[in-house]
């Protein structure tokens, strides 16, 4: 079989390994000890032709049921959002996505630029005084978040709340096991961060205070009662918040957090099963230069002329290796620019516009699903998420949901013991007044 | 080609009322936002996003794609980083409904077939690089050091062996490695090459010892060189109780033709990134999947995903585990282009990637040779390095030399990296380049150690047709500008 990405002829071949001084190419490989030399075929699948791998990789995707082809009330994290069809185009520009790192800059002034923007907007939603160029998730970003308070305040315990995301506190746990950090989950009352409980919690030892804004229920935490708590002793503020939500809440920053995360999966990057999305990190300008990752400046040439440079890598594993504030190096650059896309796309009104066609249509399903006597648990404002409980188990009534070809929503048993047949249901733009109409009634069926 | 000298940002061309979005009218009753946000969570003040007509965005976003440079554009022999041709199969493999707009959450039935790519993705690896399983869970190489560090480290936890807290890494290891190191609670401690650019063994035996948790490992290493005592050195980290990482960087070398797991190592992370053909991105988003021998399957991160006679499901119950170290399974939509290329290539395929990655980089060594200093002279694998000594007298930097491959159209190759080599030039043509784009490229570097001779100064004040000179990065760094403000 021939390899179309493999351009060397017999002859090309023969004329390098004539400069080389070989006779055959095993000969490059003969520093490998013979005893590791792998001897046969790798057993792996045989290559395919580009019209037999198109059917097979068709075959796969069509076996996996997409969004397009439900009525999805399912976030729980992950959203699905109207995509301006301008964003996927630009992606496409080859310049962008077959770039490294914009470690030259006189060749990358494009990348750079893109990513001063996307800082930028991140700035300008979360109310923070600067944003770095991305990291991997919304919940590393959170756990980086933590990582960097128990640095910068040197106190080894965070305190964060059980309305945050799961797999956020999971991955939370995970990482302050590696630096010997204590996590104290923080109780839930009626749906948000119990105060009290924070306060008990609260301690010399206290390195931040992190929640989630709305949090994992949909719920608005009132961070102004949070951040003067947080605010009591050393600790830092940390908010988790959804970027789209910033349209129409008020920020993060202007409540006095410290440190803004989140992913920016909401803004133009499809679902894809959780990953590739993009997260966020926003501080104050006093945490500038403890901030993991990768920050683009800006500044001038010889001649004058405006340019961008990744800049403070002081910070960075390449040049301060084991004594980096983080060792992340690859992020999410290029969905970092598709969030941009899609957050220039919307602009100023747009993003108003989108946040509060959210905030309309959860409520209007709130009301309509009471109105079929399904009960909305929490009292608490919502943006475009909120809890109901039915009278049995929630993957039972999906089950049913999906036979109408209906994604319900996610079902908080699989994290909360104390949330049997409790159902978070999302509701974006997307959704229609029939569709929630059908939901609505089905659910008033069942529950 | 007319590129604008100076390209505004996308708030200079904002204009109020402009708008690049199109939503429907609200099809339901809208209700007065007081009624549903008590005023003290309403924003205030609006963020300011740009305000611009879709044509708009697109001329800025083509503006900016121009002004940047891509393995599309042209050569990229940037070392250590597999700057290979991405394949656009991928891209639009990636982009099928049925792997770009599902949900992590879905029901297990409804995801089989992402479930059986992950299956088969899993085994692939774990064949490529000899191990007994493999997660997708990390999110890029970095992120797979660190998982596969969590892994040891609970590992040596289980046994009992609480003392091993120190990690061990080459001096010309990627900055990541004692990063990791930091971020998994380890100390590190640095051991040394000797004078062929291996690591130096007699140094190993006296670093190891009863707190050796792993030794950090690229093979071939980042001068390009195969660490050919790599059995006896398994065997003196072994012998100390410690374990075998394998940073798979550098895997481009060696796909079919020997796997870490054979050549001793205990964990693996990919780049999928580098050898498997996904895109850098501008910087991300990577893949950095972790493989490990059936000591340390018990650690793994969850979920992993099994299959259960003719379904596939994710699997939960690993108690041992490390946890979770990414929300969801992984970067999906990255494993799916890495899936689409193995399938591409197959096992006759990928060994000739190896073999044709290695002739190129051999190719240029030898042609080079003659007109740079060459720190180590033995056959290289994927790539090489070349030192800027013989320049540096003349008064030429390396890092002159990287800008004046600019004007030629080119990436520069890696510089200053490995530290250990003086003025250091490290070079990855990767397989997918012809033999006469490596020609052009030796003729560049030909000629510009010529001018370093005869001409010094269009090198040192290089580059002359970009679109931008230099930078004042000096500047740049003590009085930050991180954003754009009115004011500023």
């Given at each position: 079989m021939k390899f179309r990405y493999l351009p060397m002829t017999e002859q090309d071949q023969k004329e390098m390994m004539d400069t080389i001084g070989i006779d055959h190419i095993d000969e490059l490989f003969a520093d490998?000890?013979?005893?590791?030399?792998?001897?046969?075929?790798?057993?792996?699948?045989?290559?395919?032709?580009?019209?037999?791998?198109?059917?097979?990789?068709?075959?796969?995707?069509?076996?996996?049921?997409?969004?397009?082809?439900?009525?999805?009330?399912?976030g729980a994290g992950v959203y699905e959002h109207y995509i301006p069809t301008v964003v996927n185009h630009m992606l496409l520009r080859s310049e962008f996505y077959t770039a490294y790192t914009p470690y030259q800059p006189e060749i990358s002034q494009g990348e750079l630029q893109a990513i001063f923007e996307f800082q930028t907007m991140i700035s300008e939603?979360?109310?923070?005084?600067?944003?770095?160029?991305?990291?991997?998730?919304?919940?590393?970003?959170?756990?980086?978040?933590?990582?960097?308070?128990?640095?910068?305040?040197?106190?080894?315990?965070?305190?964060?709340?059980k309305t945050v995301h799961p797999e956020s506190r999971a991955v939370l746990k995970s990482n302050a096991k590696g630096q010997n950090l204590t996590v104290v989950e923080i109780d839930e009352k009626d749906g948000v961060t119990d105060l009290d409980h924070l306060s008990e919690q609260y301690g010399d030892d206290t390195a931040c205070v992190v929640v989630q804004y709305p949090n994992f229920f949909g719920n608005i935490e009132d961070l102004s009662a949070i951040e003067s708590i947080a605010h009591k002793g050393k600790g830092l503020f940390v908010v988790s918040s959804n970027p789209l939500s910033l349209g129409l809440l008020q920020p993060p920053g202007k409540f006095g957090a410290d440190v803004v995360v989140g992913d920016v999966q909401p803004f133009g990057i499809p679902t894809q099963l959780g990953g590739p999305h993009c997260g966020y990190f926003a501080v104050t300008n006093k945490l500038m230069r403890k901030v993991p990752g990768r920050l683009v400046g800006q500044?001038?040439?010889?001649?004058?002329?405006?340019?961008?440079?990744?800049?403070?890598?002081?910070?960075?594993?390449?040049?301060?290796?084991?004594k980096a504030t983080s060792n992340i190096c690859s992020n999410q650059a290029l969905n970092a620019l598709g969030a941009s896309i899609a957050m220039s796309?919307?602009?100023?009104?747009?993003?108003?516009?989108?946040?509060?066609?959210?905030?309309?249509?959860?409520?209007?399903?709130?009301?309509?699903?009471?109105?079929?006597?399904?009960?909305?648990?929490?009292?608490?404002?919502?943006?475009?998420?909120?809890?109901?409980?039915?009278?049995?188990?929630?993957?039972?009534?999906?089950?049913?949901?999906?036979?109408?070809?209906?994604?319900?929503?996610?079902?908080?048993?699989?994290?909360?013991?104390?949330?049997?047949?409790?159902?978070?249901?999302?509701?974006?733009?997307?959704?229609?007044?029939?569709?929630?109409?059908e939901f609505a009634s089905v659910l008033g069926g069942v529950k | 080609m007319n590129i604008q000298q100076d390209q505004s940002l996308i708030f200079e061309i904002s204009k109020e009322g402009r708008v690049g979005y199109s939503l429907p009218e609200l099809d339901i009753p809208e209700i007065d936002i007081n009624e549903l946000v008590p005023s003290q969570f309403q924003r205030k003040i609006d963020a300011e996003l740009p305000e611009v007509s879709e044509l708009q965005i697109v001329r800025h976003y083509t503006a900016l794609s121009r002004r940047n440079h891509g393995v599309d554009s042209g050569f990229y022999p940037l070392g250590s980083c597999t700057m290979k041709y991405n394949p656009k199969i991928n891209e639009d493999v990636a982009r099928f409904p049925g792997f770009a707009h599902i949900h992590p959450y879905q029901p297990e039935s409804t995801l089989q077939g992402a479930l059986e790519l992950m299956y088969k993705l899993q085994n692939s690896l774990a064949e490529i690089t000899g191990m007994d399983a493999v997660t997708l869970q990390p999110a890029a190489g970095a992120h797979g050091e660190w998982t596969g560090l969590m892994m040891i480290r609970a590992f040596h936890e289980a046994n009992g062996d609480t003392q091993r807290t120190k990690v061990i890494v080459p001096d010309s290891a990627h900055g990541t490695n004692p990063a990791s190191a930091t971020v998994a609670g380890f100390d590190s401690i640095t051991v040394r090459s000797n004078e062929k650019g291996l690591v130096d063994l007699e140094h190993l035996r006296e670093v190891v010892g009863e707190d050796t948790a792993a030794l950090m490992l690229t093979n071939p290493n980042t001068l390009g060189l195969f660490e050919e005592q790599i059995v006896e050195m398994a065997s003196i980290v072994h012998e100390a109780g410690g374990k075998l990482y394998y940073d798979g960087a550098n895997s481009n070398a060696i796909l079919g033709i020997t796997r870490p797991g054979d050549m001793g190592f205990d964990v693996v992370h990919l780049n999928l990134h580098k050898t498997f053909t996904t895109p850098h991105g501008g910087g991300g988003p990577g893949s950095g999947p972790v493989g490990v021998k059936e000591e340390l399957v018990p650690f793994?991160?969850?979920?992993?995903?099994?299959?259960?006679?003719?379904?596939?499901?994710?699997?939960?119950?690993?108690?041992?585990?490390?946890?979770?170290?990414?929300?969801?399974?992984?970067?999906?939509?990255i494993n799916v282009r890495a899936y689409t290329y193995i399938r591409t290539m197959g096992p006759v395929g990928l060994r000739k990637v190896s073999e044709f990655a290695?002739?190129?980089?051999?190719?240029?060594?030898?042609?080079?040779?003659?007109?740079?200093?060459?720190?180590?002279?033995?056959?290289?694998?994927?790539?090489?390095?070349?030192?800027?000594?013989?320049?540096k007298k003349l008064g030429v930097r390396t890092l002159d030399i990287a800008k004046r491959l600019l004007d030629f159209g080119y990436h520069p190759p890696t510089i200053y990296f490995p530290l250990n080599v003086e003025e250091c030039l490290m070079i990855e043509p990767t397989e997918t380049e012809s033999k006469e784009t490596l020609d052009e490229f030796i003729d560049a570097m030909i000629q510009i150690a010529k001018e370093v001779e005869e001409n010094p100064e269009i090198v040192q004040e290089a580059p002359h047709n970009t679109v931008i000179d230099r930078l004042d990065e000096t500047t740049a760094a003590r009085k930050p500008i991180l954003r754009y403000t009115t004011e500023a």
């Open positions: 490998i000890p013979k005893e590791v030399r792998f001897k046969e075929d790798l057993n792996i699948e045989e290559a395919l032709d580009e019209t037999r791998l198109v059917k097979e990789m068709q075959r796969l995707a069509g076996k996996n049921l997409n969004l397009k082809e439900v009525t999805s009330f399912l939603l979360t109310g923070m005084d600067i944003a770095n160029s991305s990291m991997y998730d919304g919940p590393t970003a959170l756990a980086e978040a933590a990582m960097m308070s128990a640095g910068h305040t040197k106190k080894k315990t965070i305190l964060v709340s500044t001038k040439d010889q001649t004058g002329k405006r340019g961008f440079v990744l800049t403070l890598q002081a910070r960075e594993q390449h040049i301060r290796r084991e796309a919307l602009g100023k009104t747009g993003v108003k516009d989108i946040a509060n066609q959210n905030i309309q249509k959860a409520h209007y399903a709130k009301e309509e699903l009471r109105k079929h006597g399904v009960e909305v648990v929490y009292s608490a404002p919502t943006f475009n998420e909120f809890v109901i409980r039915l009278s049995r188990p929630i993957k039972e009534i999906n089950e049913e949901l999906l036979a109408k070809n209906i994604l319900g929503g996610y079902d908080l048993s699989r994290d909360y013991s104390d949330k049997e047949n409790m159902m978070l249901v999302a509701v974006t733009e997307l959704r229609t007044k029939e569709e929630i109409d | 793994l991160p969850k979920p992993m995903v099994v299959k259960d006679g003719n379904t596939y499901r994710f699997d939960y119950d690993i108690p041992q585990s490390i946890g979770r170290v990414k929300p969801y399974y992984g970067n999906f939509g290695v002739l190129n980089a051999n190719y240029m060594f030898r042609r080079l040779e003659p007109f740079y200093d060459a720190p180590y002279t033995q056959h290289c694998k994927h790539e090489f390095v070349l030192s800027g000594r013989r320049q």
